[in-house]
């Protein structure tokens, strides 16, 4: 069973300080997705991770995935307070591709402060 | 474009009842995923529908059942409530075949069983 984890699990951390949150997975996977919940909203994808080394940008946040340790990073560089948010990563090992049957971490309950 | 629609966006129903949650996928997308997420948790994958067929099913029991209809939208039913069906209840979209397609969620339908 594929059990995926991410820690920290909250993180109360103050604006223009940087920080990484990380996700670990059981089996082999190369597809791993990041998303964004904000309080009683549903889920915004951030980013796709499709291979071993894949690193992507977008803003403050920085995703990356290494396959092989199987492990995804999250980077908050410049905390704004506008990242507050819960943070979920997902992990989809189905052959063929596609992003179904995902499991998800209990996500990081990010909270940033001025 | 809109995007993933979802109906009802709140529900309250009594233990033994059951319930009917409607999703519409965003538009030329042809596979929808449902997924539970409890209070704190990340979601958790029920069922995946492709092409009105099922792909793929959670650890869910059979008091869970979902189809897709012709136009590529999909209900979701639960049968015989417990109280701990209460969660929300997000439905995602995404191009069946696209490797690098997130799911797309709508803002799904909040059960609270009383």
């Known amino acids: 069973e594929l059990k995926v984890e991410q820690n920290p699990l909250f993180l109360s951390m103050q604006e223009g300080k940087n920080y990484t949150i990380y996700c670990n997975y059981s089996?082999?996977?190369?597809?791993l997705y990041w998303y964004r919940q904000d309080p009683g909203k549903s889920l915004e994808s951030l980013f796709v991770?499709?291979?071993?080394?894949a690193v992507k940008q977008e803003g403050r946040l920085m995703a990356s995935l290494d396959t092989k340790a199987r492990l995804s990073t999250l980077h908050i560089t410049a905390a704004v307070h506008d990242l507050s948010a819960t943070y979920f990563c997902?992990?989809?090992?189905?052959?063929?591709?596609?992003?179904?049957?995902?499991?998800f971490g209990k996500g990081t309950h990010l909270i940033i402060q001025p | 474009d809109a995007g993933v629609t979802q109906s009802p966006t709140h529900l309250i129903k009594t233990r033994g009842q059951h319930v009917t949650l409607r999703c519409s996928p965003i538009?030329?997308?042809?596979?929808v995923s449902w997924y539970q997420q409890v209070l704190g948790q990340g979601p958790q994958f029920i069922f995946q529908?492709?092409?009105?067929?099922?792909?793929g099913r959670g650890n869910f029991p059979d008091r869970f059942s979902a189809r897709q209809f012709p136009n590529y939208s999909s209900e979701l039913n639960v049968n015989a409530l417990l109280l701990g069906d209460s969660a929300l209840y997000l439905c995602?979209?995404?191009?069946?075949?696209?490797?690098?397609?997130?799911?797309?969620f709508g803002n799904g339908t909040r059960l609270t069983v009383t």
């Open positions: 995602a979209s995404s191009l069946e075949g696209s490797y690098n397609s997130p799911l797309h």
């Open positions: 089996t082999t996977s190369d597809r």
């Open positions: 991770l499709l291979s071993n080394g």
């Open positions: 997902a992990v989809d090992i189905k052959p063929g591709g596609g992003a179904d049957g995902l499991t």
């Open positions: 538009s030329g997308h042809k596979s």
């Open positions: 529908y492709y092409e009105k067929e099922e792909r």
